[in-house]
Structures are given as C-alpha cells and as structure tokens.
C-alpha cells in the first residue's frame, strides 16, 4: 500500500484551498474570496502524529444555478470517493447547512469511506452553536475549526489519522525491490508487465487511459523479488477531460513515492513530452533510483548511430539526470526485455550502496585537493567531516564551516566526482551541508 490519500471535498468559497495550504505548511492553492476559484486539482505531502498522507484540494465549480451546484458537486464527491482512503468534508458553519451540503452527504455516506467532516470558519467559542445543525447530515460527529486562524486542526488531524490505522503496511513489501511504470498513456506500460510475468495479469487495450489506478504484480527472478507498479498514463493537462483521470495523475504520483525504481517509458516513435519531463523530474527530485526505456524500437528504422541519436536528443531533455540508463526494447517481440531486471538490480543496489566513512573522507579530501572551494561572500567554504547517514537514496552528510558557502556549481562538482568513485549509475543521491563549529 502507498501513503494513504485524503481529499477535501465540499461547496466553493466554504475554505477547502486555506484548509489545504494549512496542512501543506505552503501556500500552493489560490486562495480568494470569490468562488471556484480552484479550476484544477492541486495535491500536497502532509504529516500528523508520524503519519505521512497525500492531500488533494478538489476544485473547479463555478455556479450558475442550484441546480448546477448540485450536480458538479456531485461528480466532485463521486471522484474523491473513487480515489481516496479518507475523505474531509469541509462545510461553511456560518452559511449553515445547504441542499448542496446534504447531497454530497448522502453520496458520501454510500461510499462507505471514512469520511471526517469540518465545521469551517468557526472563529472564536460564540460561534461554537453552528456546529449542531450540521448533525442532521448523518456522517458522524461535526469537528469545528478555523482554516484561516489555524484553530481547532490537531482535534481534526487526530480523527483524521485514526482512519490511517487500517492501512495496509508498507512493511509487507520490505522483500520486494518496488518498480513504478510511468509514462503517457498507451507507450506499452501494461504489455510489458504482462510480458515480465508471463501472463495477461494487467489488461492491455490501444485506448489511451485503460488503466486508472496504481496496479501491483508480484514476480520472483534470478535477480530477486519484485513489485512490479502499473500506473495510469500521465497526459497533458488539456486533453485530461475525465475528473477520475486527473485523480489518476496523483495516483501515478504517489506511485513514484512508493517506488524504489521508477522506469520511465517512452514511445520511440514520438519526442519525450512536457508531462514526461515533469512526473520523472518528481522523481528525480526525490533521489529514486531511475530507468529510461524506449519501447517499440522494433518499429524504428535504425543503423548502427541510431541508438546514441536517440539517447543524445532525449539526454538533453533530461540532461538534470545524466546518471539514469537507457534500454531500449519491443515489449511486443520481447526484444531485450530479459535485461530489464538485470539492470533494475543494478540501479537498486547503487540506491542501497553503503560508503565507509573513512573510504568516504579519503575521496572527499581528494576531491576537495583537485578543486578548491570558490570564494562566497568573502568566506570559503571548508569541509571538516563527511558521512552517510542513509540509503534509499544514499545520503551525505557534509559538516562545514557554513553552509551558506556551498555554490550550486560546486555542489555538482561533488556528486559528479562521487559518483565518479563510486558508481552510482541509476540513482539519485543526496547531499546534505550543516554547519559545524570549529
């Protein structure tokens, strides 16, 4: 099971974006006065009580009627059903309870999902009575807060993450090397796990956005043991017309997050896309470990030179992640599939790789003897200690003079000549600088 993923539902303007940004720490959703001012879905890591979760801020309704309400909540409430673990019903205490509020109600109570709802805008203990109306909608205990005050959100994190305890444990999968499929839709995600298992375990259809939801395949080789993560295609914000589709791109986002190895598909005959760039530059932000394969290269006219073109042109693209590996394969013919595991091992166990810090502080010395620190602000920078602190990614700690020292170019001029004596092909890694007194 990935993090567990809690949308915020409810009628424009009652506070679901200023509720949203308080649980992300930032201000990523707009926040306005004016209704529907949310046009897209707009998602976030959380943390309460060791709990980490997705929240999805729901938007988009523009009102023109009743009637209009209604009906756009509803297809609203019946997505955040189809995609959530737990579901936040936010309603306004000062407006009062609404026709709009007892319709969504009822679809949510169908649903069966745990559903914690929110008595917003209740700003100081005068305005505690609102709350009791809201009874009447049947879905369990009204919790008063104030998004915009910041009141009343640890009572309401902690009805929240009770919800948390019958997820499924991650723990189960500790044996499996997880791989995340990610790309548009229809570039050969499902035929190739279908291929790797030998078996029609996903289906497989040339209609771009088959498969909705994260899908895991367990599958035993040579090369050990792997969960194997088909996702939704991700495709261009304009041509995601279907509401559950967009909830599929979060899914395929917190599918990254799940993952040890995220292998990035790619049609070879089309150039790589914004939408491509954008999902695996997540997971390059994240340090996993990564795989670029080129399906249906058994459909290109090529020579010799073609295969360094290709990986030239796509190379400047992704030129923030120079360390991943390229296949290129036929998931239809099986051209060179029987090395995807051999090189996903590879990549896995450069994500788990262990320096000793004497072995690490030795080629950090050298690195440093090559290329002196540039001067910042009048101060260099000095490096008095180094070593690391985790894997998946393998994390450096650098204990300096002042961080504030490091310049960008320096700092890549270290992982480069890292990963120069260490061979961390596959796979991000991760340098921390904190200041050490002398």
Not at 216 to 241: C, H, Q
Not at 335 to 346: D, G, L
Request: charged residues 30%; hydrophobic residues 35%.
């Amino acid at each position: 099971m990935g993090k567990p993923i809690v949308a915020i539902v409810g009628r424009p303007n009652v506070g679901k974006s200023t509720l949203f940004n308080k649980l992300a720490g930032k201000r990523i959703s707009i926040v306005e006065d004016t209704p529907g001012v949310t046009r897209d879905r707009v998602y976030a890591q959380a943390e309460w009580l060791n709990y980490n979760f997705t929240i999805i801020d729901t938007g988009g309704i523009e009102p023109e009627n009743n009637d209009v309400i209604i009906s756009k909540m509803r297809r609203q409430a019946q997505v955040a059903i189809e995609t959530a673990s737990v579901i936040i019903f936010i309603v306004d205490g000062r407006e009062g309870l609404t026709a709009a509020d007892k319709e969504v109600a009822q679809m949510l109570r169908k649903s069966k999902k745990p559903i914690v709802l929110v008595v917003n805008k209740i700003d100081n203990t005068n305005q505690e009575n609102y709350i009791y109306e809201f009874y009447n909608l049947g879905i369990g205990e009204p919790i008063s807060i104030s998004a915009s005050q910041g009141l009343g959100l640890g009572d309401m994190l902690d009805k929240l993450v009770e919800n948390f305890k019958n997820e499924g444990n991650e723990d189960e999968d500790s044996e499996y090397i997880k791989i995340a499929f990610i790309g548009k839709p229809n570039v050969g995600k499902s035929s190739l796990i279908n291929k790797l298992i030998g078996e029609e375990r996903v289906i497989v259809s040339d209609i771009p956005g088959t498969t909705r939801d994260a899908i895991d395949s367990y599958l035993e080789t040579d090369e050990g043991k792997f969960l194997l993560i088909d996702t939704a295609g991700v495709r261009r914000k304009s041509k995601v017309k279907e509401e559950i589709e967009k909830y599929s791109v979060i899914r395929t986002y917190t599918a990254v997050e799940r993952a040890d190895v995220c292998m990035l598909m790619l049609d070879a005959a089309h150039d790589i896309s914004e939408q491509d760039e954008k999902i695996i530059g997540y997971a390059h932000e994240l340090n996993k470990a990564i795989i670029v394969v080129i399906n249906k290269w058994d459909l290109i006219d090529k020579d010799t030179k073609t295969a360094d073109r290709y990986r030239t042109s796509i190379g400047n693209s992704l030129s923030f992640m120079s360390y991943a590996p390229y296949l290129f394969i036929s998931a239809k013919t099986g051209q060179r599939v029987n090395r995807i595991f051999k090189v996903v091992r590879q990549c896995y166990d450069n994500y788990c790789k262990q320096i000793k810090t004497g072995i690490l502080n030795d080629i950090v010395g050298k690195i440093v003897m090559m290329k002196e620190p540039p001067v910042i602000g009048n101060k260099r920078l000095k490096i008095y200690y180094v070593t690391q602190i985790g894997i998946k990614p393998p994390t450096f700690v650098f204990f300096v003079n002042d961080p504030k020292c490091i310049h960008f170019s320096y700092r890549r001029y270290i992982e480069n000549q890292l990963r120069d004596s260490f061979d961390f092909t596959g796979t991000g890694i991760k340098l921390e600088f904190r200041e050490r007194k002398e």
